[in-house]
């Protein structure tokens, strides 16, 4: 049976925030007077999460994806609950739990700016304590997996985003941990360099069976790499599930554009009892429930003079979308 | 085996941080050349023949600050201002997550830095003494290894003290602006700008229970030969430090609660 890694109970983060009006006026009663709330940004949260898994984070800005990562590894201190990560606290950063994990905040970086990579990486090696013969092999494992090579030699500084993405990821994995807590890890990375991350992060999975939280704002991140996903809504879990299920739930029809052979046709089945979207001349879409596709498209093929059809899958981002501005989702 | 490790890291620390800092050599060298203050003031004191007030001779004074010179170019801290700066851009995360405290990495950039800094600070003695041939001398060699002591006593106590101050910034942001504070104290009572001995008695008196005087007074003066009580003064260095490295560690671990990782 696979174990829990991560075990999380009615966790709760509030931060205090002070607020100033606006003006001279405002600035001054602020300089005086600071007016703090305290702000409930995680309220009350439960999940657990099993070895190997790749869990998404889904959620809006300012939802709490990241706090709830930055909770995880240890790198700010819970208000309520309890957050169990591979048997540690982990606000106690002990070293072999610190050992065991790693945190990747898009764009933000880790390598000293003016220096080539490869300084980075055997520093990081001996801050995990690997002896320079392990680091060698695990760099140049790494660098194969990531694609980069001469790279390593070039001062940080004059490196591309998405070079320096992959030289970031390198120094953050050269320990080799089980755990790793990625926040947007291909922010304003292009196309192919978000194909690239994604390929390698699915590698480093089955390789390692490594368990990996993740937080993205691209869907594709999402649909490639989590089966699972947990989305937040203002703090609180709305879903934490199946992605298929979420999406299924989400989107009950489908959408299916039917060629006709003469527009005759086209009038026929716009008369048939289906729930039409649009008509134009031979062309006509209609909404099918997902769970009536064969049936339904049985009786068409049957009773109709088809040329062509297409199922129209709903665009992922828009399906999502929705699930970012709702508050539960009762699976 | 622990201590193997920890001088490992902090081997590879200070290999690292000197290659970076070699990226900053001009920028090093102007920084060897604005910290001449002492010669400043070694000016205004013998061209006032204040000298005489504390019965010292010209020729010790101009040694004592040069001395005063090298100790400062060797125990200058900032660390208040990267850390400050990296809490607020939220680089200090990644690191705060790594098995080493974060200071380590900035007590390497200090020592890499005073590595880097050696080579300038010699040639402007060399040029000192070129103005002051009267003030060349060989301190011996236990003198020289004693004051080596002294002014790395006095860079861990200024560092205590700065980061200390530094991990305010877990509770005000700004933190800087304490140690500004603290620069007034340091700059008058550490004996940059005047030996300490040239304080009335009842000053003074005050002044060698605080931890300015032993920054730059006591190892400049143990340096340069001039009158000084050398067993008592690395007492009080090596007391400050068993001070305030525990003060340190407490408000490190209560700051880190306070975090909030803002700007990552």
Known sequence: MVQNIIDVRNLSKSFDISSKEPGLKGTIKHFFRRQTKSLKVIKDISFEIKEGEIVGFLGANGAGKTTILKMLCGLIYPSEGSILVSGYLPFRRKENFLKNITLIMGQKQQLIWDLPPIESFYLNASIYDLDKFEAKKRIKKLSEMLEIDEELFIPVRKLSLGQRMKSELLAALIHQPNILFLDEPTLGLDINAQRNLRKFLQKYNEETNATICLTSHYMKDITSLCKRVICVHEGAISYDGKLDLLLKKLSPVKEILIVCRSEEDAIKLENSGFSVKNKIKNEITIKIENNSITSSLKTILNNFDIEDLFINEPPIDEVIGKVLIKKDYDI | ?264
Request: net charge neutral; aromatic share 18%; proline share 5%.
């Open chain 2, 1 to 264: 085996m622990i201590s193997n490790l920890i001088n490992r890291k902090i081997f590879t620390l200070l290999k690292v941080q000197y290659s970076n800092m070699l990226e900053y050599r001009v920028e090093i060298a102007l920084w060897a050349i604005s910290g001449i203050i002492p010669f400043f003031m070694l000016n205004i004191w013998t061209n006032n023949n204040l000298n005489e007030s504390i019965n010292i001779s010209e020729t010790l004074l101009s040694r004592y600050f040069l001395c005063a010179f090298f100790v400062r170019q060797f125990s200058v801290v900032w660390v208040v201002f990267s850390f400050e700066e990296d809490s607020l851009m939220g680089k200090v995360s990644p690191y705060l997550i790594q098995p080493l405290n974060p200071f380590f990495r900035y007590f390497a950039q200090h020592l890499a830095e005073q590595i880097t800094r050696f080579p300038f600070a010699l040639i402007i003695a060399f040029f000192f003494f070129i103005f002051n041939p009267e003030s060349i001398w060989i301190p011996n060699l236990g003198i020289l290894l004693l004051s080596i002591v002294s002014t790395f006593l006095s860079f861990l106590i200024q560092f205590l003290i700065q980061s200390i101050v530094a991990c305010l910034c877990f509770w005000t942001e700004k933190a800087s602006s304490i140690e500004r504070l603290l620069f007034i104290p340091t700059l008058f009572l550490s004996g940059l700008l005047a030996p300490v001995v040239s304080f009335p008695t009842y000053v003074k008196s005050w002044i060698y229970l605080t931890p300015f005087p032993y920054l730059i007074d006591f190892p400049a003066n143990l340096l340069s030969g001039n009158e000084t009580n050398i067993i008592g003064g690395l007492i009080m260095q090596i007391l400050w430090i068993f001070i305030l490295f525990p003060l340190f560690k407490k408000i490190w671990s209560e700051g880190t609660k306070k975090y909030t990782a803002m700007g990552s």
